[in-house]
């Protein structure tokens, strides 16, 4: 039995509301509203893949995971970057950070780290990796990452076709 995910019941936004309806009941706003979501989300996947070019494709962008930020061990499944970040944050002592940027408070050192990884989990496809995350943790007690990346790809369909 498949949990109902976060938010499967209203739409994302405007595109995700109007696929599958007929485009002739599409108002000019809607169209408008639609160009603009697809042209901002190419342009940060674009940005995305210049970044990655850049870093030698170390850290790999899928377009089956909607250009989810990646890195693939040497068992080729992918490791995400949201993830990469939340182990680092788990691994990194607070305190010492928090000597060599004495201005910052406890918080917003978290709050950087929050930033950084939520930052990692844009995709094109307007999947919330939180949700697919959760998803698979109701559904499994163990997390693998083969099973996250099918159920992101599947997502990402259930999105399109809403």
């Given at each position: 039995?498949?949990?109902?995910?976060?938010?499967?019941?209203?739409?994302?936004?405007?595109?995700?509301d109007?696929?599958?309806?007929?485009?002739?009941s599409?108002?000019?706003?809607?169209r408008?509203?639609?160009?603009?979501?697809?042209?901002?989300?190419?342009?940060?996947?674009?940005?995305?893949k210049?970044?990655?070019?850049?870093?030698?494709?170390?850290?790999?962008?899928?377009?089956?995971?909607?250009?989810?930020?990646?890195?693939?061990?040497?068992?080729?499944?992918?490791?995400?970057?949201?993830?990469?970040?939340e182990?680092?944050?788990?691994?990194?002592?607070?305190?010492?950070?928090?000597?060599e940027?004495?201005?910052?408070?406890y918080?917003?050192?978290?709050?950087?780290?929050?930033?950084?990884?939520r930052?990692?989990?844009?995709?094109?496809?307007?999947?919330?990796?939180?949700?697919?995350?959760?998803?698979?943790?109701?559904?499994e007690?163990?997390?693998?990452?083969?099973?996250?990346?099918?159920?992101?790809?599947s997502?990402?369909?259930?999105?399109?076709?809403?």
């Open positions: 039995m498949r949990k109902e995910l976060k938010g499967d019941s209203a739409p994302r936004n405007i595109a995700e109007r696929i599958g309806t007929s485009e002739s599409w108002s000019l706003h809607d408008q509203a639609v160009v603009s979501q697809v042209s901002e989300r190419l342009a940060v996947a674009n940005r995305m210049i970044i990655t070019d850049e870093l030698g494709d170390l850290v790999q962008l899928s377009d089956e995971l909607g250009y989810l930020p990646a890195m693939y061990g040497n068992d080729t499944l992918p490791v995400p970057l949201y993830y990469f970040i182990v680092v944050d788990e691994m990194i002592d607070h305190e010492i950070l928090e000597q940027l004495p201005s910052l408070t918080s917003q050192i978290g709050a950087a780290f929050q930033f950084i990884r930052v990692c989990q844009i995709n094109t496809l307007g999947v919330d990796i939180d949700d697919v995350e959760e998803q698979l943790r109701w559904e007690e163990d997390l693998f990452p083969g099973q996250f990346a099918q159920a992101v790809k997502e990402g369909q259930h999105v399109l076709n809403q």
